[in-house]
């Protein structure tokens, strides 16, 4: 199993950055793709970014393309996600997920393809 920790969310204002990190404990990330996804209010959890396991690949949600960018340390187990011209609707709060060890899916967007989940960081954006 893989124990998940997200941080360095916060309140910002639009326009403002932030810089997202996700440590792993427990089982190492090198073999798994790792994903970021935000839920606000009365919403569903959303697709924003995710990473394959040599964090050469990477992929991104068409609402953050161009402002997010993910990125990994597999030697610090962590993954990152640098939030520029952050827009108020990106006020949510966002998990970072990991896949199992060295699975493939069809659809990495989806949450379905991801067993492991943090406990979420706030990311609130002001207008």
């Known amino acids: 199993q893989v124990q998940l920790v997200e941080s360095g969310g916060g309140l910002v204002q639009a326009g403002g950055s932030l810089r997202l990190s996700c440590a792993a404990s427990?089982?190492?990330?090198?073999?798994?793709?790792v994903g970021w996804f935000r839920q606000a209010p009365g919403k569903e959890r959303e697709f924003v970014a995710r990473?394959?396991?040599?964090?050469?690949?990477?992929y991104y949600a068409d609402s953050v393309k161009g402002r997010f960018t993910i990125s990994r340390d597999n030697a610090k187990n962590t993954v990152y996600l640098q939030m520029n011209s952050l827009k108020p609707e990106d006020t949510a709060v966002y998990y970072c997920?990991?896949?199992?060890?060295?699975?493939?899916?069809?659809?990495?967007?989806?949450?379905?393809?991801?067993?492991?989940w943090g406990q979420g960081t706030q990311v609130t954006v002001s207008s």
């Open positions: 427990g089982r190492t990330l090198s073999s798994r793709n």
């Open positions: 997920a990991a896949t199992p060890s060295g699975y493939y899916s069809g659809n990495y967007n989806s949450p379905t393809s991801y067993d492991y």
């Open positions: 990473t394959s396991s040599s964090g050469m690949i990477t």
